[in-house]
């Protein structure tokens, strides 16, 4: 059971918990939560293996809690855009992608450890990796759906097969990518991932 956070704004342990989740993320992604050690979680802390458990039970408590916000803040970015979608009835198809896709290359980015984690569906048995990526299925899938009642979407579009298979191709391009950050400027990567996602790369239907 993870331990009480303590309030206030900018305390000394909310900053050290925030590292402790960074470098946990970090861990994880490279080596899974078997693999990865809390020595080695407290030491890219840069705090004392006796101080992780003042805050952490153990490494699985502290990979919970990784994933529990990772898997908000994700959701909560994704929700967000649909929801501006919406709203926003004379924005161009383009630039709702782009605003979209700008969003999750910008997250990619700056957490790339995160992103990793949470989408690399790694340990194909952990319930937390597959509850995340149903939860991106899910959203995207809702606006699969009323696209193609609206006449935006082909008719013949899975919404499922599409919304996971966009999720698959996404993921593996900026993977890619956060580790070879010279092969593409962050413009030609949404300007591509958006492309493709609306328009493929056919330049004409099969007979």
């Known amino acids: 059971m993870a331990k009480k956070q303590v ?3 900018r305390t000394p342990q909310k900053e050290t ?6 470098s946990g993320a970090a861990a994880f992604a490279k080596s899974g939560v078997g693999g990865a050690r809390i020595a080695e979680i407290a030491r890219s802390a840069g705090i004392a ?3 992780f458990y003042l805050y952490f039970d153990d490494k699985n408590t502290l990979y919970k809690e990784v994933m529990q916000q990772g898997t908000e ?6 929700v967000g855009n649909a929801s501006r979608d919406e709203q926003d009835g ?9 605003r979209a896709m700008t969003k999750v290359v910008e997250f990619a980015r700056d957490y790339g450890d995160l992103f990793r984690l949470l989408l690399s569906r790694g340990g194909p048995d952990d319930p937390l990796q597959r509850q995340l990526v149903d939860l991106i299925a899910q959203v995207r899938l809702e606006q699969l759906e009323k696209g193609k009642k609206s006449g935006r979407f082909y008719t013949n579009v899975h919404p499922e097969i599409t919304a996971r298979g966009e999720i698959g191709f996404v993921y593996h391009v900026l993977d890619w990518w956060l580790s070879n950050p010279d092969k593409a400027s962050l413009d030609e990567l949404i300007q591509s991932l958006v492309d493709i ?11």
Not at 201 to 207: G, I, K, M, S
């Open 7 to 9: 309030s206030g704004k």
């Open 17 to 22: 918990r925030r590292k402790l989740l960074a």
């Open 49 to 51: 293996v006796g101080t």
């Open 73 to 78: 803040q994700i959701i909560s970015l994704l």
């Open 90 to 98: 004379l924005d161009t198809d383009r630039a709702r992608n782009i």
């Open 197 to 207: 996602r609306m328009f493929g790369v056919e330049t004409r239907r099969p007979d």
